[in-house]
């Protein structure tokens, strides 16, 4: 154990987290709203990060494994099981894209249907969270946000 003063912070000591704290508020408000946005993949038997491999298709039609895994910062051996089972839920589908006719994924029909309603469920939190603020404010708060995240990697 090190007998080195701690260093001091600019901010005085709180004993414990103020329940009226912006950060507070700001953590409550992300736990909630991960709550939110969880209800509809629960609802169609989906799970947490789900929704990430749905945008991401949806975004990079024909995506192979290897790619996917790349974009979402996974492990193949995360990844596959999730695949297989969006595979089972009728979500994505394996299919030849391309001129090529590489063998990649694609949502489906249903896939595609699902990341609609989930697209609308994250708009309508955003829109609740932004309805007071003006365009600057909104600019500003993601930029605030940004930087904290930044700084937060860096630690």
């Given at each position: 154990?090190?007998?080195?003063?701690?260093?001091?912070?600019?901010?005085?000591?709180?004993?414990?987290?103020?329940?009226?704290?912006?950060?507070?508020?700001?953590?409550?408000?992300?736990?909630?709203?991960?709550?939110?946005?969880?209800?509809?993949?629960?609802?169609?038997?989906?799970?947490?990060?789900?929704?990430?491999?749905?945008?991401?298709?949806?975004?990079?039609?024909?995506?192979?494994e290897?790619?996917?895994?790349?974009?979402?910062?996974?492990?193949?051996?995360?990844l596959?099981?999730?695949?297989?089972?969006?595979?089972?839920?009728?979500?994505?589908a394996?299919?030849?894209?391309?001129?090529?006719?590489?063998?990649?994924?694609?949502?489906?029909?249903?896939?595609?249907?699902?990341r609609e309603?989930?697209?609308?469920?994250?708009?309508?939190?955003?829109?609740?969270?932004?309805?007071?603020?003006?365009?600057?404010?909104?600019?500003?708060?993601g930029?605030?946000?940004?930087?904290?995240?930044?700084?937060?990697?860096?630690?």
């Amino acid at each position: 154990m090190s007998l080195q003063p701690m260093p001091q912070s600019i901010y005085p000591p709180m004993s414990e987290p103020a329940a009226r704290s912006t950060l507070y508020r700001l953590i409550e408000a992300g736990q909630l709203a991960h709550k939110a946005l969880l209800v509809p993949l629960l609802d169609r038997g989906l799970e947490a990060g789900d929704d990430a491999i749905i945008f991401v298709l949806h975004h990079s039609l024909g995506a192979n494994e290897d790619r996917l895994a790349t974009e979402l910062g996974l492990s193949r051996e995360t990844l596959d099981p999730r695949i297989a089972r969006l595979i089972e839920r009728d979500i994505i589908a394996r299919q030849a894209v391309g001129p090529e006719l590489a063998p990649g994924l694609a949502l489906t029909e249903r896939g595609e249907r699902v990341r609609e309603v989930l697209a609308a469920n994250w708009e309508q939190l955003e829109e609740a969270l932004f309805a007071d603020l003006t365009e600057k404010k909104r600019k500003g708060l993601g930029k605030a946000l940004k930087r904290f995240v930044e700084l937060l990697r860096l630690a």
